[in-house]
């Protein structure tokens, strides 16, 4: 299960057309909005933290939880 924060993480992966193994960058205001999202859905493994600061990319698993969340 989703939470509101974390779907709307995944929703921006959507917008972006991210596909797995893809990254994606947050940064100023939008970093620190979606900091504890990102950490969750790192932790879920939906997400990988890369080197560089706020980027992140999707997993296959995040990938098909991106493909649920509700546009």
Not at 7 to 28: A, D, H, I, N
Not at 47 to 63: D, I, N, Q, R
Request: glycine share 6%.
């Amino acid at each position: 299960m989703l939470t509101p924060s974390e779907k709307r993480v995944l929703r921006t992966f959507q917008q972006y057309l991210v596909t797995p193994g893809k990254m994606l960058c947050f940064f100023g205001p939008n970093l620190e909005k979606h900091k504890s999202a990102l950490r969750q859905l790192t932790e879920k493994d939906f997400l990988v933290k890369e080197t560089f600061k706020g980027a992140y990319s999707l997993t296959h698993a995040g990938f098909r939880a991106m493909k649920t969340c509700d546009s």
